[in-house]
């Protein structure tokens, strides 16, 4: 089955700095990876997501690339600001067939003042 | 549009009990999934529904079921209580497979 490694697990930036992330995954046949934020007390929230046939997807100050050779998709946040401070995970499915998503670790991200 | 909602938001039971937790997803979303959060495992997937039809399943024992009605709401039900069952138990709607997944709150459950 699928398997989805993230790292780094922890993450500090000053912040204004830019933060990566970085996730592999097993299964070639996935075609969907969406990254959630998640906050204390509170469900993962979707922020971007990025589908197979496309290499890279921005929105704001978000940002995420996918290399389908090499199995590594990543994000990218730049600009970090206080309030981007939170877990991030994430994920890898097989959209058309189900909705059973495989989840990263997740990467505690803190934005240092 | 109102979000996914989750009751109760939070339960405490004693090990050997049952309980019942309800996902009531998006209006005109008709796939429910869900999950179960843990800090060491993280993210874990149970099941998901679609149609009132069970179409896929984690690697959960039979204590872990679920069921999904007619209104596309769903509710998932865990036997026997573990102090293990111990998580955050989280619960995503989507239109259906092609699109995107949206989780609520979840449902704190503590087993002692």
């Known amino acids: 089955g699928e398997n989805v490694e993230q790292h780094p697990s922890t993450l500090s930036v000053q912040e204004g700095d830019s933060a990566v992330i970085k996730c592999t995954y097993s299964?070639?046949?996935?075609?969907?990876f969406p990254w959630y934020k998640q906050e204390l007390g509170k469900g993962p929230q979707l922020i971007i997501d990025i589908r197979s046939n496309v290499g890279e997807k921005k929105d704001q100050r978000i940002a995420v690339t996918l290399n389908k050779t090499a199995k590594h998709f990543s994000l990218h946040i730049t600009e970090t600001q206080p309030e981007d401070s939170a877990v991030y995970f994430c994920a890898a499915s097989i959209k058309g067939e189900d909705d059973k998503i495989i989840f990263g670790k997740g990467t505690r991200l803190h934005i240092l003042p | 549009k109102a979000g996914v909602t989750q009751t109760p938001r939070y339960l405490i039971k004693t090990r050997g009990q049952q309980v019942t937790l309800s996902c009531s997803p998006i209006s005109g979303h008709r796939s429910v999934s869900w999950y179960q959060q843990t800090p060491g495992q993280g993210l874990q997937f149970l099941f998901e529904y679609f149609s009132e039809t069970q179409r896929n399943k984690g690697n959960f024992p039979g204590r872990f079921s679920g069921r999904q009605f007619s209104n596309s709401r769903s509710e998932m039900n865990v036997s026997t209580l573990e102090l293990g069952d111990s998580a955050l138990y989280l619960c995503a709607s989507s239109r259906d497979s092609t699109y995107e997944q949206y989780f609520g709150p979840g449902t704190r459950l503590t087993v002692t």
């Open positions: 299964d070639s046949a996935s075609n969907y």
